[in-house]
Each structure stands twice: as structure tokens, then as C-alpha cells.
């Protein structure tokens, strides 16, 4: 039987921890059919990044159109997009695919090298986000999107609200960078529902790739037909376990181990 198809539309990481390469192997690790939509190449290590390079925004429509129109798609994940035509073209694109999409809203990698215009954001907040059905902003992409910083777990709620505003479906708050203790904390919700999700946290500072695999995660369940608290619920006891089998990589950040569950 075909396994369901999930496509993602971000940039490739040149060292294999984040961006396509962690997507890709998110999907198959979670038993869906991976596709891609490159929007940029960074040369990238485990120190940081090192160069960007755009792809025009006819190469990303092409790309786009090639696998939607001929393969189909039950799932779409969008990671960087760099730019704001980059922003406005995957917008477009979205509009007119019927299936749920899952807006990381990629700002800065992991080592605080910038991934996103600052010109971008905009585009970000009035096109991009209105398209998705889960939101994944990290506290830093809060507080580039709404200016609202989360200094408590509290603040969550108030920061909810403010993606919210912009049009998402639902958000999903990732809380791992507060000063939680022995949890990560998020909150997902839609307005209405709240669903606080909290798992142990390891003590490994390889996580290079963690917010691209948490997005093709959920990307990847509700593609498989898990409602969004299920899909969500269940992508982050895959992250939490792949950031467990984190591993050393070059002389900086190592990724999170995406193959824990297959035994690599």
C-alpha cells in the first residue's frame, strides 16, 4: 500500500541536521513519503552557517506544482523561506492545495545565524500565516512576529493569543527554551482548547534540527489522519525521544538522532 504523502517546502541544511535533510528523515522514520520543495542552500556545519543562496521564485513554483499536480499531497510542512517573494509565492501556492499545512516560521538556525529577512516578516504574518492549520513558532519567532516576549510559562498564553491573531488555525508554542527544570513545556491552542504538553528534558546539548523535525512530525501524523491535539501530542514524543538520541557531529551543535525509534 502506498504510505501517505507529505511534502516540505524549506531549505537544505549542507550538514544533514536540519532543514530538507531532517525533514526527510522525520517522514520516513514516521512511515510517510517524503517530498521536497527547495527554497535556498546554506553551506552549514555543526558551528553554524556560512553562506545562503536563494532559489528564485520560479524555481520554487515549479518545483511546487511538479509534485503537487502529478503526485498529490495529504500534508505540506513549510520551513525557510528566506525571503519575502519566496514568503508570497509558498502563500499562493498553499491557497489552492487541499490539505492540512504546518508553518515552522523559520527565523534564525540554531546557532543565531538570521534565516529570514527582516523584510520578510510581514509577509510572513498577513500571507503565510492566515494558510496555516498548526503554527510552530518557537520563542524567538514569537518575539520577532508579535513583539511579545515569554519570560514565564504564563506568558505562553499571551504569546498564543498574538500568533493567533495572525490567522493560524492553531499554535503551537515550543517552550524548550525557558528555564523550565526537568520539562520542556509547549502549549497548543486553538483559541479555544488548550493542551499543555510536557516531557522530560535531556540533558544534550545536540539539537541541531529539533524545530524541522518537530514540524514534519505533526506535518507527518496529520497526514497519516491523527486531529491536530493527537498529531501534535504524538510529534513531540518523537522529538523528545530523537533529542534523547542526539548525537556528536564536527566540533559544535550535533543533531537530534532521527532514527531512535529504527534502532539508528
Not at 532559489?55 to 498529490?72: H, N, T
Not at 503565510?128 to 516576549?149: C, F, K, M, S, W
Request: proline share 5%.
Amino acid at each position: 500500500m502506498r504510505p501517505p504523502l507529505v511534502l516540505t517546502v524549506a531549505g537544505s541544511d549542507s550538514g544533514g541536521g536540519a532543514g530538507i535533510q531532517a525533514d526527510l528523515k522525520t517522514m520516513l522514520a514516521l512511515g510517510v513519503h517524503g517530498m521536497s520543495v527547495l527554497t535556498a542552500v546554506t553551506a552549514q556545519n555543526s558551528l553554524g552557517v556560512q553562506g545562503v543562496w536563494e532559489l528564485p521564485a520560479e524555481a520554487v513554483r515549479a518545483q511546487y506544482r511538479s509534485v503537487v499536480d502529478d503526485i498529490g499531497v495529504q500534508a505540506v510542512k513549510t520551513g525557510m523561506l528566506a525571503t519575502a517573494p519566496l514568503v508570497e509565492t509558498v502563500a499562493e501556492l498553499l491557497a489552492g492545495t487541499d490539505a492540512p499545512v504546518v508553518v515552522d516560521p523559520v527565523g534564525v538556525s540554531k546557532h543565531g545565524d538570521p534565516l529570514l529577512a527582516a523584510s520578510a516578516l510581514d509577509a510572513v504574518r498577513k500571507a503565510l500565516l492566515p494558510r496555516a492549520t498548526v503554527a510552530t513558532p518557537n520563542l524567538d519567532e514569537v518575539a520577532q512576529l508579535t513583539g511579545v516576549r515569554v519570560v514565564h510559562e504564563s506568558d505562553m498564553r499571551t504569546a498564543a493569543e498574538a500568533v493567533l491573531s495572525y490567522g493560524p488555525s492553531w499554535v503551537l508554542i515550543k517552550g524548550g527554551h525557558l528555564p523550565t527544570g526537568r520539562e520542556a513545556v509547549d502549549l497548543l491552542t486553538d483559541g479555544e482548547e488548550e493542551h499543555w504538553l510536557r516531557a522530560p528534558r535531556h540533558d544534550n546539548r545536540h539539537t541541531h534540527g529539533t524545530g524541522c523535525t518537530l514540524a514534519s512530525a505533526v506535518a507527518s501524523e496529520l497526514a497519516r489522519g491523527a486531529a491536530v491535539p493527537e498529531a501534535v501530542r504524538r510529534a513531540k514524543e518523537y522529538v523528545t525521544g530523537a533529542i534523547g538520541a542526539g548525537f556528536a557531529l564536527g566540533s559544535g551543535i550535533g543533531p537530534v538522532g532521527h532514527g531512535w525509534r529504527l534502532g539508528g
